[in-house]
């Protein structure tokens, strides 16, 4: 109890801080309002019909453009299936959308890299970075170039750069580790950085290791193929050789790993048990985890080399990334993203917290880690184990689908991250879900639970928020539930 009082006490005095600088006639700090928008919505709608929108709906004041994907999370218009939002072209561009670079490729930047041809085709000529700067820079609004790690496997020459997966097989994900992928971020960063007058980038892995994987630590991760995991390629090998990780005992180790889960999949259950055999493979294959860190420090050197390409083009260019939701399901990958070791080359952090799809998310990943990991639990026992290591409000696993979760997650992870970013000077944004698809018969969004989820945000400390996924796929409706709580918060 004494801790919801807390709360509360400090949302009154934190809803009240700008009237009493109103009062006072000091300047309360500047909150940034932003929102993905993809360049298929500036197409379909005009410019300044978007831009006109998201400022007097939303109380936007920064865009984060999506500038570089293969994925539809954030580029392209609403996912086929879905229903169509109340803007923006009333037809599904499944045939047209392909993905890639939605701003002009400048040659002269990719020296470092085998891939040439990825511009984005599906909206002709249009460069979305030159086609909204001047129109966002009017109005007052700051821009974001935002980027993501998510590719296709018929780009030319793009297998140079893949993963190489537990047998050997190339996947459609890039190494980080290979030389060629981590040129072309830095180049894009440049491209960005020396080509457009952004006030920052941000960029996003949605991946984790081989081990977390294997387990199917993930939302939909009962889908994951135990024997698909990476990366186990020339240059992951080689990093191991040098951190003295063996590399035939860990795959080895996979190999096992890979029975385990292919067995606990079939609801074969281990003479031992699913926790306790799971442990006995760790204890001998210590190498499992080993591969798995090595993954995420690889990422993390990622993020620096971006961060310092950056700087080096633009000292004023701000940095930062998307973490990925699954940092509020899997206890291993939150314990993988460390926020001190991250914060010296993070400028921002946008942390996912998208409270209406996290309840049918969470399902799906106890659906799947309860085959595995956490066998030997019920759906519920899970869930409540999850629910408590992770600080999340309890739920019923029936149900939580159909509920999605409260606002009360949105502020809880705030707090978190607030809590976790101590000492640093990184701006943290959180990422508010408005209108991301779920399952017919799931929750779905509202304005005044898209409201709640903003001001639960800022109670819990945020410097600003990041309306998410992508403009083409919101409601007009819920993206008003956003502007609203910002109104009345005094932010704009
Ligand atoms: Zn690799």
């Known amino acids: ?15 009240a801080a700008p009237l009493a600088a109103a009062q006072t006639g000091a300047k309360p700090a500047k909150k940034t309002i932003g929102i993905q928008v993809g360049a298929v919505s500036f197409v379909d709608e005009g410019v300044e019909a978007v831009l006109d929108e998201l400022q007097h709906r939303g109380a ?30 009333q037809q599904y561009d499944t045939e047209s959308f392909r993905g890639g670079d939605y701003a002009t490729v400048h ?58 997966d537990l047998h050997g097989r190339n996947a459609t994900t890039l190494c980080l580790n290979n030389p060629g992928y981590r040129n072309f971020l830095l180049d894009l960063t440049e491209d960005y950085g020396r080509s457009y007058e952004l006030d920052g980038i941000m960029w996003g892995s949605e991946r984790q290791g081989a081990f977390a994987n294997a387990i199917g630590a993930r939302h939909s991760g009962a889908s994951s193929d135990p024997g698909r995991v990476t990366c186990f390629c020339e240059f992951c090998q080689r990093k191991g050789r040098e951190r003295g990780i063996s590399f035939e005992r860990a795959q080895k180790g996979f190999l096992e790993l890979e029975d385990f889960v292919r067995a606990g999949r079939r609801g074969k259950r281990p003479v031992d048990g699913y926790y306790v055999t799971l442990w006995r493979l760790l204890l001998r294959y210590p190498e499992i985890l080993a591969w798995e860190n090595l993954w995420h420090d690889s990422l993390r050197e990622t993020y620096e080399a971006i961060y310092q390409k950056a700087k080096s083009v633009k000292p004023s260019l701000g940095v930062g990334w998307h973490i990925w939701h699954n940092n509020s399901f899997n206890p291993i990958y939150r314990a993988e ?20 799809c996290a309840g049918e998310r969470m399902a799906g990943y106890i659906d799947s880690v309860c085959a595995t990991m956490y066998g030997d639990l019920s759906r519920q026992e899970a869930l409540d184990f999850h629910a408590r290591v992770l600080n999340e409000p ?58 709640r989820a903003v001001l639960a945000a800022f109670q819990g400390g945020a410097d600003g928020v990041i309306l998410s996924r992508k403009y083409s796929e919101m409601k007009l409706t819920n993206l008003s539930g956003a502007g609203r709580a910002v109104r009345e918060l005094g932010l704009i």
């Open 60 to 89: 936007v004041n920064t865009l984060f453009l999506a500038t570089f994907t293969y994925g539809r999370g954030i580029a392209g218009r609403q996912i086929p299936g879905q229903p169509l939002p109340d803007h923006g072209k």
């Open 1 to 15: 109890m004494l801790d919801i009082d807390v709360t509360r006490r400090s949302f009154l005095q934190a809803a």
């Open 337 to 356: 993203q460390d926020l001190q070791a991250i914060a010296p080359y993070s400028d921002f952090l946008k942390i996912v917290m998208y409270h209406n």
């Open 107 to 164: 040659p002269q930047y990719y020296g470092n890299t085998v891939l040439r041809d990825f511009r984005a085709p599906d909206l002709g000529d249009f460069d979305i970075l030159e086609s909204v700067l001047p129109a966002a820079r009017k109005r007052g609004m700051k821009s974001i170039a935002w980027f993501e790690d998510v590719f296709r496997g018929d780009i030319p020459r793009v297998s140079e750069l893949q993963e190489k």
């Open 394 to 451: 309890e739920g019923r696993y029936a149900e939580i689908p159909k509920t999605g979760w409260p606002a009360e997650y949105v502020l809880r992870e705030t707090q978190r991250a607030r809590a976790g970013l101590t000492g640093t000077k990184t701006l943290l944004w959180p990422g508010i879900d408005i209108d991301i698809p779920t399952a017919p018969g799931n929750s779905k969004c509202t304005p005044d639970g898209t409201r």
